[in-house]
């Protein structure tokens, strides 16, 4: 089973408005992590928003925000105020556990086109 | 600039080959993780490294190694190359210690194997 769900192959959205990249995700850890990133066209990763499972709050990081629903196991990026440099990748990932292995499971990607 | 650094930024090479993918960290950032991204695969974990120790391996094919140094410097090294590792191959660093962990991209390596 995947671990990280994106259902949303690709996505629109008109500048200035705002949209919400879906992200799902399976573990029966109680301790993890949700991160999401960025891959614009030219191949960087970057680092947009980070949400703890033990986090009560919704993390938000700018126009970025995450829509964290613990019971439903979703994870949604809410991008407001849509600017054409937010076309590119998106990528929503999990970090399970504790200790000192960190390592991320990504999911597919949704690609993010902003219209002018 | 993310402050994580690879090098080299392309690299082409025949089927057969060996190549190595060096990675500097973050300053101060003990973890380092290598991912390998292709269009069939999508992004996968190949191995982690913490301190100098190896720490979590992922979906790494035998034919490929890696290494943290005392510098804390990586290098991950591809033997026996084939069509099917062409693919951009990501470096990560992340701190000890902290909330988040989050894990800082460098730029990538575009290896092309014909």
């Known amino acids: 089973a995947q671990k990280i769900t994106q259902t949303q192959p690709g996505m629109f959205v008109q500048e200035k408005e705002a949209v919400t990249l879906d992200c799902t995700y399976d573990t029966s850890d109680p301790s993890y992590g949700l991160f999401w990133y960025k891959q614009p066209s030219s191949g960087e990763m970057i680092f947009l928003i980070y949400q703890g499972s033990y986090d009560q709050q919704n993390a938000t990081e700018g126009r970025y925000s995450l829509n964290f629903q613990k019971a439903r196991k979703s994870a949604n990026l809410v991008i407001s105020a849509s600017q054409l440099g937010d076309s590119a990748m998106y990528f929503c990932a999990m970090r399970e556990g504790g200790g000192s292995n960190y390592k991320l499971t990504f999911g597919k990607g949704t690609l993010l086109t902003v219209n002018p | 600039d993310s402050g994580v650094t690879q090098t080299p930024k392309h690299l082409i090479t025949a089927t057969g080959q060996r190549v190595t993918l060096r990675c500097s960290p973050r300053s101060g950032d003990l973890s380092v993780y290598w991912y390998q991204q292709s269009l069939d695969q999508g992004l996968q974990f190949l191995i982690q490294?913490?301190?100098?120790?190896?720490?979590a391996k992922g979906n790494i094919l035998e034919r490929f190694s890696a290494q943290q140094f005392p510098d804390l410097h990586s290098e991950l090294n591809l033997s026996s190359l084939e069509l099917g590792d062409s693919a951009l191959y990501f470096c990560?660093?992340?701190?000890?210690?902290?909330?988040?962990?989050?894990?800082?991209f460098g730029p990538g390596t575009r290896l092309t194997v014909t």
């Open positions: 990560a660093s992340s701190a000890s210690g902290g909330p988040s962990y989050e894990q800082y």
């Open positions: 490294y913490y301190n100098g120790e190896e720490r």
